[in-house]
């Protein structure tokens, strides 16, 4: 999607939509409006889930014969992968439907799509969109019973891989209140950025910090409650986590980056950089990452960098909001 | 008029400790696993074990994700789950609280096998009584309580170790059988 392509879906000032009458999870679209309490459930429910690497993977009953559909008009892998395997563990039945390649490209509507769906009794839909604002759209339209899990919606937000990033911070710092964490790209594109932003910030993380060139940088980022930096050098010195965000080709053809070789040069993560880290500090990525653009190929397979950690943890974050989100409909 | 009763347990849990050792012998099982189902009856097991001076660490088991009612309570986050690596070929001591309607145990024994297919399992508990909604029963109760379909029994522990029964529509004040 280009940053000056329309909106086509209007965004709700909050979700509150997103919570029932007694405040538990109904639908997933955003950190936004979300209680801490909440978030800390969802990070206690994943522990539950989380299997260490070298344990068989366990099957629970909790969704048996309900059926989820992995609504992808946005390609991904691990995004998609990770729901899949969430949501069989849980014992769902699957469905992953590539929108690209399907009836919607013979023109048939979202809705119409939607509403078939709806008639093969599907209980929950996992979507991702480039359009910001589509995974309300669809919970605005669809019946009653049904879930609406955002993966992803154009530079909105990307709760899950949020929720899961903090999970894996939880896992090396249990105290939030004294870490730094540094998110560094593009954060004026990036959904990922806007729900890490909003999960640090409920969950009271210390300091956050954005490092970013400014043609990427929110003119909000302030308000956002974060710390802005233009050098590297400056935002790492100490602290214990830093995100890396993916450099979007497609942004490449605007004025937002020169190119490749010079973002590296200023804002890539060499061995050096990752020193500036405290001890223990770690290296994030949401993947897939570009190797020699955003970091280092050795940082990126090195001792601090628990991006694999990330995607394991991704199953049992999606198997926590599955299933949360499933309980208050009628069993 | 309601009832409201505590009784202490302890002498029924040495009682229980002494049968669970008999029980072994008379089975022939050297090596026994004692799983404990959250929350009561990891307490019970705990005593057991502790009794019957088993080598191998407790198990235990929170079985809130293999319920049948778990879309009424809601998904919660569980209690610690310890179990060995591997129940293949090993004679589990599936210990609770109480016994009731059974499906507990039934919960507890599906998430027991995926852990492997032990050579055995049975059933222990420290206090059964009626309602039973599916056919289980137990190996051996440490006593059994005649409650009514509204009376409920809840352990309160893990120190002191107290049942308490409470009988909403008591108005013959009985004793109950032991």
Known sequence: MSPTQPTLFRLPPAAQCQLDDEGRLRHFLTIEGLPAALLEEILETAQSFHTASDQAARKVPLLRGKTIVNLFFEASTRTRTT??????????????????????????????????????????????????????????????????????????????????????????????????????GDILHSRVARSEIQALRTLGVGEIRVVAPRTLLPREAASLGVVPFKSMEEGLAGAQAVIMLRLQKERMHGSFVPNEAEYYQFYGLTRARVELLAEDGIVMHPGPVNRGVEAESAVVDGPRSVILKQVRNGIAVRMAILSMAMRSHSW | MSSHEKVDVGAVLAHLGDSVKSFLTTRGIALPVFVGIHTGGVWVAEALHAHCAVAEPLGTLDVSYHRDDVGRTGVRPLKPVRMPASLDNRHVLLIDDVLFTGRTTRAALNELFEYGRPASVSLVVLVERPGREIPVAPDLAGMRLELGPEDRVKLQGPDPMELVISRPNDSLLEEPAR
């Open chain 1, 83 to 184: 729901f899949e395997l969430a949501a069989k563990r849980l014992s769902a039945d699957v469905l992953n439907l590539d929108m690209a390649t399907a009836a919607t490209t013979k023109g048939e509507s979202l809705l119409d799509t939607l509403r078939n769906l709806e008639a093969m009794h599907c209980d929950m839909f996992v979507v991702r969109h480039h359009q910001s604002g589509a995974a309300h759209f669809i919970v605005r339209h669809v019946a009653e019973h049904v879930s609406v899990i955002n993966a992803g919606d154009g530079r909105h937000a990307h709760p899950t891989q949020a929720m899961l990033d903090m999970f894996t911070l939880r896992q090396h710092f249990p105290d939030f209140g004294s870490i730094t964490v540094v998110i560094v």
